[in-house]
């Protein structure tokens, strides 16, 4: 049966050679998922409570704890290693939240809510010497247990938490270790403790508890090495940080009462307010560092007097200043100092739970210039260069909501594009030598630019009046840039859910549309024009139409509902959206216009599409019971297949940009590998190019033949190949099954 399928085979290779070479055929992509050159992903991605700088016999590294599953693009339970190149893992990691980072005895030392480190039992506390877990004796214990500060005073380790037993022995909330046993300080603090530091020989430690060794002492207390003592009218309330600057200790919680951050600093004989104080709506201070002279304190608070700060600010020893505005985050949770580096750990926009500042400009820790946070909405080539919008943060930055790719690093766009309460950017176009963003989005800086703007290569300029409205779709038609959205005025010209720019204000296209446009394309030399509207210009049109240039003209009886994403496809426009019904027939979300009508093609809805390689892609939205969600979709010919288990997050942008199709969203793994919030699919070559040269045709006959009778021979002549491109029928094999459809894909015309 094979040497007749063979036969077959030759036989139409002999025929084809007198036929005329006919367009290239694509079939099926092989490809995998990759991501940019150099890519390295920034920091962690959780959120990450404590930094420690601890050398290993392999130089000083920078290690962080807190709560993530990644560090860069590897595994790492909640503890990682950073060089200043890549980021590693410590074994297994910790099985819960690391809370607190020491150095003590060439070890360091781990503290948080944990049982397990590196698959060693260790009750909140454990040690790692760059090779090996151990545990600290019997480690801390009691009801809901943990460590929550750490310090080395008096050559011992101090551990501070919430705890009752210190290696089995009692210990009210505060423990020693002298590398051989625990031991309690007195009879300890009558409540939990939240940071440690030493001062002037003493052991300060802060926390919510009221007494320390039965001696009242309001939240904050100090050890002689032999007792407890009170610290003047001691905190307003719980502590949360202390930290020496200079001849002071400073220390940093919430306030009672109202809640507000409280910052004081104590000069051995009273405490004192730090200028005007730290303010927020249910603010507090969490940490506390000196980083080249300046006190920079984290947390969430808003301001002091006038000035905005954003929940991180700097104290010179006149006044409270921003360090880099803007900078967004929900929280500040952990400061730290490497090198020249001030170290940020949040839990924030950023996506990304660590950040670094150097004096001068906000990065990803290991990052590459990423951008994170998403979700990615529209990509664009510019200038050679690949333009990503969305609601996205760049190396720790306020969403500025674009960025540019060079092939190597992603980098701002002059101050992005921001607004009050939404700032997306929705789409983009190359015209007239500029880059056109359009979106969500109010200002580019100080400018207003209103919902579009135009980027020179160097700076953003408004366009006209803009709009009063959001736009979601761009397009170059015959020369002119086309605009469509929710608006309906340009300043004072009406301009109903359609414009054009003249070069120097909008003016209505053809007198738009009865309602919001979501999806424009140019398709056989006519725009087609998808939303939600009965009316394009004074012609009905049922949420689809299309535009010659000088009239508008409907798609047979149109879609019943919104049509949100426009593509071609084997010569064929495809529409996508969240319509059930299409020339008034049932179509699930998504339809083919053959010349005539519409045709249904599988089910829906859909939000993107992109034609890639001879196969239509898509997002398809995706409901649970707790919410909706978009995935990836593609289509085999037949019927619409999830990519079921590659994206751990939504999908919500399609394109195709050097080769590769680009994946746009608010995922952090791909196939179980970390990722920013976009990625690309690389496709060098497709099924039935079984000589890799970027053609199917009479050529690649013979080597399909090979792959088929002997897959060793054609891993030897075609080192560069896959036996897998010989499986036509895309069932997972390849043998006799797929000769016929070979045939089909070599005789298309």
Same mark, same amino acid.
């Given at each position: 049966m094979l040497a007749n399928h063979v036969l077959r085979v030759s036989a139409v290779a002999l025929a084809m050679l007198l036929v005329p070479a006919g367009p290239t055929t694509w079939a099926a992509c092989v490809g995998e998922w990759v991501y940019a050159p150099g890519q390295t992903l920034p920091g962690v991605h959780g959120s990450v409570f404590s930094t420690a700088i601890y050398d290993d016999g392999n130089g000083p590294a920078l290690y962080v704890g807190g709560e993530f599953d990644f560090a860069g693009d590897g595994p790492a339970a909640n503890i990682a290693r950073w060089d200043g190149t890549r980021w590693s893992a410590l074994g297994k990691g910790i099985r819960g939240t690391v809370s607190a980072l020491c150095v003590y005895r060439g070890d360091l030392i781990v503290g948080g809510q944990f049982a397990t480190a590196g698959g060693v039992s260790a009750n909140c506390i454990a040690r790692w010497n760059g090779t090996t877990w151990a545990a600290l004796d019997a480690g801390l214990e009691g009801s809901s247990a943990a460590v929550t500060a750490l310090a080395v005073y008096d050559d011992a380790l101090i551990a501070g938490g919430l705890f009752e037993l210190a290696g089995g022995t009692s210990a009210a909330n505060i423990a020693r270790w002298d590398g051989e046993s625990w031991q309690p300080l007195g009879s300890g603090l009558d409540a939990g403790v939240g940071a440690l530091t030493v001062w002037n020989g003493e052991l300060v430690a802060g926390g919510g508890f009221l007494t320390a060794g039965g001696v009242p002492v309001e939240h904050i207390a100090r050890w002689n090495g032999a007792t407890w003592s009170a610290m003047g009218s001691g905190m307003p309330a719980s502590v949360n940080t202390l930290a020496v600057w200079g001849a002071d200790l400073v220390a940093g919680g919430r306030s009672g009462g109202f809640p507000q951050p409280f910052i004081l600093r104590w000069d051995g004989a009273a405490w004192a307010p730090i200028g005007a104080g730290?303010?927020?709506?249910?603010?507090?201070?969490?940490?506390?560092?000196?980083?080249?002279?300046?006190?920079?304190?984290?947390?969430?608070?808003?301001?002091?007097? @006038?000035?905005?700060?954003?929940?991180?600010?700097?104290?010179?020893?006149?006044?409270?200043?921003?360090?880099?505005?803007?900078?967004?985050?929900?929280?500040?949770?952990?400061?730290?100092?490497?090198?020249?580096? #001030?170290?940020?750990?949040? @839990?924030?926009?950023?996506?990304?739970?660590?950040?670094?500042?150097?004096?001068?400009?906000?990065?990803?820790?290991?990052?590459?210039?990423?951008?994170?946070?998403?979700?990615?909405?529209?990509?664009?080539?510019?200038?050679?260069?690949?333009?990503?919008?969305?609601?996205?943060?760049?190396?720790?930055?306020?969403?500025?909501?674009?960025?540019?790719?060079?092939?190597?690093?992603?980098? *701002?766009?002059?101050?992005?594009?921001?607004?009050?309460?939404?700032?997306?950017?929705?789409?983009?176009?190359?015209?007239?030598?500029?880059?056109?963003?359009?979106?969500?989005?109010?200002?580019?800086?100080?400018?207003?630019?209103?919902?579009?703007?135009?980027?020179?290569?160097?700076?953003?300029?408004?366009?006209?009046?803009?709009?009063?409205?959001?736009?979601?779709?761009?397009?170059?038609?015959?020369?002119?840039?086309?605009?469509?959205?929710?608006?309906?005025?340009?300043?004072?010209?009406?301009?109903?859910?359609?414009?054009?720019?003249?070069?120097?204000?909008?003016?209505?296209?053809?007198?738009? @549309?009865?309602?919001?446009?979501?999806?424009?394309?140019?398709?056989?030399?006519?725009?087609?024009?998808?939303?939600?509207?009965?009316?394009?210009?004074?012609? *009905?049109?049922?949420?689809?139409?299309?535009?010659?240039?000088? @009239?508008?003209?409907?798609?047979?009886?149109?879609?019943?509902?919104?049509?949100?994403?426009?593509?071609?496809?084997?010569?064929?426009?495809?529409?996508?959206?969240?319509?059930?019904?299409?020339?008034?027939?049932?179509?699930?979300?998504?339809?083919?216009?053959?010349?005539?009508?519409?045709?249904?093609?599988?089910?829906?809805?859909?939000?993107? #599409?992109?034609?890639?390689?001879?196969? #239509?892609?898509?997002?398809?939205?995706?409901?649970? =019971?707790?919410?909706?969600?978009?995935?990836?979709?593609?289509?085999?010919?037949?019927?619409?297949? #999830?990519?079921?288990?590659?994206?751990?997050?939504?999908?919500?942008? =399609?394109?195709?940009?050097?080769?590769?199709?680009?994946?746009?969203?608010?995922f952090m793994t791909v196939a179980s590998r970390a990722a920013p919030v976009w990625v690309r699919m690389a496709c060098p070559f497709r099924h039935g190019d079984l000589n890799c040269d970027a053609a199917i045709d009479v050529f690649d006959i013979d080597p399909f033949i090979l792959a088929l009778t002997d897959p060793a021979a054609y891993e030897w002549q075609y080192p560069q190949c896959d036996q897998t491109l010989a499986d036509i029928n895309n069932d997972g094999l390849v043998n006799t099954f797929d000769i016929d459809p070979f045939v089909l894909l070599l005789t298309a015309r």
């Open positions: 730290l303010s927020g709506f249910n603010g507090y201070v969490k940490s506390v560092v000196d980083y080249n002279g300046l006190l920079i304190v984290g947390g969430k608070f808003d301001r002091s007097g @006038t000035t905005t700060l954003n929940g991180i600010a700097a104290w010179d020893g006149q006044a409270w200043q921003s360090i880099a505005e803007p900078w967004a985050v929900s929280a500040v949770t952990t400061l730290g100092v490497w090198g020249d580096e #001030l170290i940020v750990g949040a @839990t924030s926009q950023i996506g990304a739970g660590l950040v670094r500042w150097n004096g001068s400009q906000w990065d990803g820790v290991g990052g590459t210039g990423q951008i994170y946070g998403g979700p990615v909405q529209a990509f664009c080539e510019y200038q050679g260069e690949l333009i990503a919008g969305g609601k996205l943060n760049l190396g720790g930055s306020l969403s500025t909501s674009i960025a540019r790719f060079d092939g190597e690093r992603w980098h *701002a766009m002059g101050t992005g594009l921001m607004g009050e309460l939404e700032h997306y950017v929705y789409a983009l176009a190359a015209y007239d030598g500029s880059l056109i963003a359009a979106g969500s989005f109010l200002w580019a800086g100080e400018i207003e630019v209103n919902y579009v703007a135009r980027w020179d290569g160097a700076d953003w300029h408004p366009m006209g009046d803009g709009f009063d409205s959001y736009v979601n779709a761009l397009a170059v038609y015959k020369g002119e840039l086309i605009a469509g959205g929710w608006f309906e005025n340009s300043g004072l010209t009406p301009t109903p859910y359609l414009a054009r720019w003249t070069g120097v204000d909008w003016q209505p296209l053809g007198g738009g @549309t009865s309602g919001e446009v979501h999806s424009l394309y140019v398709w056989n030399d006519d725009l087609i024009i998808g939303g939600r509207f009965n009316m394009a210009g004074d012609v *009905a049109a049922n949420c689809i139409a299309r535009w010659d240039g000088e @009239t508008f003209h409907p798609f047979g009886l149109g879609m019943n509902f919104r049509v949100l994403a426009l593509t071609e496809f084997q010569h064929q426009l495809i529409a996508g959206g969240s319509f059930s019904r299409a020339d008034g027939r049932p179509v699930h979300g998504i339809a083919r216009w053959d010349g005539d009508t519409w045709h249904a093609m599988g089910i829906g809805p859909v939000m993107d #599409l992109a034609a890639y390689h001879g196969e #239509l892609w898509g997002t398809r939205a995706v409901s649970t =019971l707790d919410s909706t969600g978009y995935q990836l979709i593609r289509w085999d010919g037949t019927d619409w297949r #999830l990519q079921p288990g590659v994206f751990d997050g939504n999908v919500s942008a =399609l394109d195709v940009w050097e080769n590769t199709l680009l994946v746009g969203g608010s």
